[in-house]
């Protein structure tokens, strides 16, 4: 019996020394020891969000559509082009001496009327505007997509290392069973039962491993990483202040700046400006003739007013489905506020509630998992407890620790949802 306790008093010892040192290597910053002791280059979140937003060749390419757009607006004001005619008449004529040879040499210019050329620069304006707020937009769905795979690989990345720390220590821990198994002063079962613990914390770290590189792939094509870094490369960030202070005033600014809703706002410019050009267009346009006419062998001068009577067509059909429009991009308008609205709001007070079980997860989650797991380890060295009971308490410590780990990324992530529904910078 004394050779049993002193047995047991020996596992619990590499227990300790193996199972809690690698969970708790996670404490903080959630790296061990020994990758401390070796550091690689490290990328941080800003550093992938810069690099995305310069390398990026969606957001190049939303960049020269607003360069076009610039170009196009300064050509929109032209005045359209003169006609220039000449004309012969009687060229077939056999009577030269009763019917000569008439000569017609005019240039006609047609004259807007209506204000249409205004209301092309006013195109031309809305269209370099809806140009600009997609470049906008571009960049946001850029960062929020950099920033949901950068953490999703810290997210794996983290846990892989945590659960692979914990299946280290179990399986100096099976050695020895395997050893007192031998000894026959342990049951078979229990080494069984030990190993498939081991065997499923190692395949959950491998998967855990897997999603990170998975993860990690797409984010290295989408900021331009060339060769695509280790995953261990990528800082764990922190969660940005949140704070619930004058919200309502933040979602007036914010509805000011949102990308989406100056998307909307330009549909509705551009809308308008169509319905005012579409309304010019139902006004005739002079055309203006002017030039020499030989006729009978004298030169004389031409001069000819042209106008269309506006009896029928007044382009009616056009500019009423050009009011439609503009009726509807005043209601998409209202909704794209509305929902930009709501979910500014849900974002913001998801990350405060975040933040606020963050700093009490530690107390709330560890501080039990330690007082179980610390029991656990006193029962089993003076022969009270049992060895698996040991097992399964270092198993709630390992989930608390990966609780508190999960969470610290949750509200990373929702901090970056709620800069970005605010309309705030999003780099830390």
Request: glycine share 6%; charged share 30%.
């Amino acid at each position: 019996m004394h050779e049993l306790l002193k047995g047991r008093r020996d596992i619990a010892t590499i227990v300790v020394a193996g199972v809690l040192t690698g969970v708790g290597a996670f404490d903080g910053g959630f790296v061990s020891p020994a990758r401390a002791q070796s550091p690689s280059p490290s990328i941080a979140l800003s550093d992938a969000l810069r690099q995305a937003r310069t390398h990026s060749p969606a957001r190049q390419a939303a960049l020269a559509r607003v360069d076009a757009a610039d170009l196009s607006r300064q050509w929109a004001g032209r005045w359209p082009n003169p006609v220039v005619e000449a004309r012969w008449e009687n060229l077939a004529s056999g009577h030269r001496d009763l019917l000569p040879l008439d000569v017609f040499a005019t240039v006609s210019q047609p004259v807007e009327l209506g204000g249409k050329r205004a209301a092309r620069i006013g195109v031309a304006t809305a269209v370099t505007e809806a140009a600009r707020a997609t470049l906008d937009a571009t960049a946001r769905e850029l960062d929020v997509e950099v920033a949901n795979r950068f953490l999703a690989v810290v997210r794996e990345r983290d846990r892989g290392r945590l659960l692979s720390d914990h299946a280290q220590g179990l399986a100096e821990l099976v050695r020895i069973l395997r050893r007192r198994v031998e000894e026959g002063v342990t049951a078979e079962a229990d080494l069984r039962k030990l190993e498939t613990e081991q065997v499923r914390v190692e395949t959950d770290a491998a998967l855990a491993r897997l999603r990170a590189h998975r993860e990690l792939v797409p984010l290295a094509a989408l900021v331009g990483w060339a060769p695509t870094p280790s995953t261990d490369a990528l800082e764990r960030p922190s969660p940005g202040p949140v704070t619930t202070d004058d919200l309502e005033a933040r979602l007036r600014a914010a509805l000011e700046r949102r990308a989406d809703v100056r998307q909307a706002e330009a549909r509705l410019h551009a809308a308008q400006q169509t319905l005012r050009f579409e309304r010019a267009r139902g006004v005739p346009d002079l055309n203006v003739t002017s030039g020499l006419k030989r006729t009978n062998r004298y030169d004389t001068g031409v001069l000819a007013v042209v106008m269309p009577i506006p009896l029928f067509e007044r382009n009616r059909a056009a500019a009423t489905l050009a009011r439609g429009a503009v009726s509807a991009a005043e209601l998409e308008l209202e909704q794209v506020r509305r929902r930009a609205a709501g979910e500014a709001r849900a974002a913001v007070t998801t990350a405060a509630e975040l933040a606020r079980r963050r700093t009490d997860a530690e107390t709330q989650l560890v501080a039990p998992a330690t007082v179980v797991r610390t029991a656990a380890r006193s029962a089993f060295e003076s022969g009270a407890g049992d060895l698996l009971r040991l097992v399964d308490a270092e198993r709630v410590y390992a989930d608390a620790r990966m609780s508190v780990h999960e969470l610290w990324l949750d509200a990373v992530q929702a901090s970056v949802d709620a800069q970005i529904a605010l309309a705030e910078e999003v780099l830390p």
